[in-house]
């Protein structure tokens, strides 16, 4: 637990700051991460948290180490007097007697058994620490899901302007084709016209795909915290990493899913409760000491000067006997508490494995639908290649091409989103399994 305190702190100080000073700079996804991870206000309280239950995880807040306290008191006072012995001395009668009085010390106060509470204490603390350092965690990965998801989908958006862009290059060679024949009196008018058609329209979407792109990266740029008029480009291709099997993945969910990690981090934060509520019912001995120096002194009366200086040892010993079954009580409610964090992380653990269940099958399906996206865009771009060619040489209709370049352009669409889907599926998984940070 302690290496993963020292690896999220490590990253969280060392992350690189980059900038956005020159236009249009390629961000990568990495930096992306980076600046998210630097940026984000959620993980730096949940630093903090983290920071907090360490400060507070020590041995004195266990009730390990003594207590020390130090004590001085004076005063002056002028009094009228009248005071007679029961010696026979004579009476004393006086007014503007002045007296004054000193004293100091120093307290020691040592619980040296309190019912084992304070090993309960300590090893509750110590379980609050790590369930933070899992929190922190928890928050570092939802921060790497939303920037991963919002980076690609720029990337989605930029792929699939690019196939646009391709489109709109074979609509420009069917006017050229069309106004040269045309121009020498073998083509049709209503070809030129259905060539300008389709190009207007491929310039519309553009347009359109260029307004969600933009959308897109100002998405980004408000979930990195940074200016969101900067103007950025990102990577244009998508990549990939490896996912284990199912079987692999299934075993790893217990032992290295942040979510579960931390339900049952209350399981033992409840057991080290009860010990806690249990040492009630059990005596209590602690040791007492003090070095004390006292003075007082008066003008008038049987006693003019008294002083004391020296220590004192002692010890007390209590033992609750009956405190109207309030232990009893507090130990059953902390029992239910316990069941309720066993029942709590059972009930997680399931809808992770149905969660992760359901990703790995998506991930699957979508691995496969892109691998044929990818065999089906090879296919569409040799057709459109063939059809124009068979257009320019004049053995081609413009049926042929239209709906030859239909095709390509629903294969471009289908292919860039086979891509993101399968992105998104890792991402998911990577998260279940505890390795989006690593």
Same mark, same amino acid.
């Given at each position: 637990m302690k290496h993963l305190t020292k690896h999220i702190c490590i990253l969280l100080l060392v992350l690189p700051f980059v900038g956005f000073a020159q236009k249009d700079s390629i961000l990568t996804y990495q930096q992306a991460i980076e600046i998210a991870l630097k940026n984000n206000y959620d993980i730096q309280?949940?630093?903090?948290?983290?920071?907090?239950?360490?400060?507070?995880?020590?041995?004195g807040a266990a009730g390990f180490l003594p207590r020390v306290d130090?004590?001085?008191?004076?005063?002056?006072?002028?009094?009228?007097?009248?005071?007679?012995?029961?010696?026979?001395?004579?009476s004393v009668n006086k007014d503007g007697v002045t007296s004054n009085a000193v004293s100091s010390g120093v307290y020691l106060t040592?619980?040296?058994?309190?019912?084992?509470? +304070?090993?309960?204490?300590?090893?509750?603390?110590?379980?609050?620490?790590?369930?933070?350092?899992?929190a922190l965690k928890i928050q570092i990965e939802n921060t790497m899901q939303q920037v991963a998801l919002s980076y690609f989908q720029v990337v989605k958006q930029q792929q699939l302007i690019r196939g646009i862009n391709a489109a709109k290059a074979v609509s420009e060679e069917r006017i050229k084709i069309a106004d040269k024949k045309l121009t020498i009196g073998s083509g049709s008018n209503v070809d030129l016209l259905q060539a300008k058609l389709d190009m207007n329209a491929l310039r519309s979407q553009l347009l359109t795909e260029q307004n969600s792109?933009?959308?897109y990266k100002s998405n980004l740029l408000t979930l990195l915290?940074?200016?969101?008029?900067?103007?950025?480009?990102?990577?244009?291709?998508?990549?990939?990493?490896?996912?284990?099997?199912?079987?692999?993945?299934?075993?790893?969910?217990?032992?290295t899913n942040s979510s579960v990690l931390f339900a049952q981090k209350n399981i033992s934060v409840y057991n080290q409760y009860i010990k806690e509520v249990r040492s009630q019912a059990l005596p209590k001995l602690a040791l007492n000491a003090n070095y004390l120096f006292g003075r007082n002194e008066n003008s008038a009366g049987f006693t003019l000067l008294n002083q004391n200086l020296g220590y004192n040892l002692g010890f007390t010993f209590s033992w609750n006997l009956y405190n109207g079954w309030n232990t009893h009580n507090q130990i059953t409610v902390a029992q239910y508490q316990l069941q309720n964090s066993i029942l709590n992380v059972e009930s997680l653990k399931l809808? +992770?494995?149905?969660?992760?269940?359901?990703?790995?099958?998506?991930?699957?399906?979508?691995?496969?639908?892109?691998?044929?996206?990818?065999?089906?865009?090879?296919?569409?771009?040799?057709?459109?290649?063939i059809t124009t060619e068979r257009?320019?040489?004049?053995?081609?209709?413009?049926?042929?091409?239209?709906?030859?370049?239909?095709?390509?352009e629903d294969a471009v669409t289908?292919?860039?989103?086979?891509?993101?889907?399968v992105k998104e599926a890792e991402v998911t998984l990577k998260k279940l399994t505890g390795e989006l940070v690593k």
């Open positions: 309280i949940a630093k903090n948290n983290v920071s907090i239950a360490d400060k507070q995880n020590t041995y130090a004590l001085a008191s004076g005063s002056i006072a002028s009094n009228s007097t009248h005071q007679e012995f029961s010696t026979g001395a004579a040592w619980t040296v058994f309190d019912g084992l509470k +304070m090993f309960a204490t300590k090893e509750r603390l110590q379980q609050l620490e790590e369930q933070g350092q899992y792109l933009s959308e915290k940074v200016d969101p008029f900067s103007s950025i480009a990102v990577d244009t291709d998508f990549t990939f990493e490896t996912i284990k099997s199912v079987d692999e993945i299934k075993q790893s969910i217990e032992k809808n +992770m494995y149905s969660t992760t269940n359901v990703a790995y099958l998506k991930w699957l399906g979508n691995k496969q639908i892109l691998d044929l996206e990818e065999e089906n865009i090879k296919l569409a771009e040799e057709s459109l290649k257009l320019r040489i004049g053995l081609g209709s413009s049926i042929e091409i239209i709906e030859s370049q239909q095709s390509y289908r292919l860039v989103n086979a891509r993101y889907n």
